[in-house]
């Protein structure tokens, strides 16, 4: 990895139209894309069609690609523009993906085993032999019937 180049993760969710010859062309044109912005791109997993959670353009399911790329940081909002044009994109998703190792670092804190005492075994309160007339009666006298 460049210097100056960061790895993010970029989810698309695409139309469910496309076929396959159409699927692995919009790849092709997004690799050319990423190319021309200094970037290239790691992997992409395999696209999958899922259903949505809510429609989005009155669909009601999408194709799902999943990549991961490298590219600098100041190209990021150029691509974003020109990823806006494509119609095949019905969603988008862009995330960093490393952290710098100094923040990393701060939030690993050493964990202790701390045993927890068992309180003394408490014995089960005596029933003082209150019967249900008894408890019956007393309501009685407090509601005033």
């Not at 460049?2 to 698309?12: G, I, P, S, V």
């Not at 999408?62 to 019905?90: C, M, Q, R, V, W």
């Not at 249900?132 to 309501?139: A, G, V």
Request: glycine share 4%; aromatic share 8%.
């Amino acid at each position: 990895m460049e210097e100056d180049q960061k790895q993010y993760e970029l989810t698309c969710i695409l139309s469910p139209h496309l076929e396959e010859a159409d699927l692995n062309g919009f790849k092709k044109e997004f690799e050319a894309m990423i190319n021309k912005k200094g970037g290239k791109i790691i992997y992409f997993r395999e696209a999958e069609r899922k259903g949505l959670a809510y429609p989005i353009n009155k669909q009601k399911e999408g194709i799902y690609l999943i990549s991961h790329i490298e590219i600098k940081p100041e190209n990021i909002a150029d691509f974003l523009k020109e990823l806006k044009t494509k119609k095949e994109i019905l969603r988008y998703l862009i995330i960093y993906l490393e952290a710098p190792k100094q923040e990393a670092d701060k939030f690993k804190t050493p964990r202790k085993i701390v045993k927890i005492k068992k309180s003394p075994a408490t014995k089960p309160t005596e029933n003082k032999g209150i019967k249900l007339e008894e408890i019956d009666k007393k309501l009685d006298e407090l509601v005033g019937l």
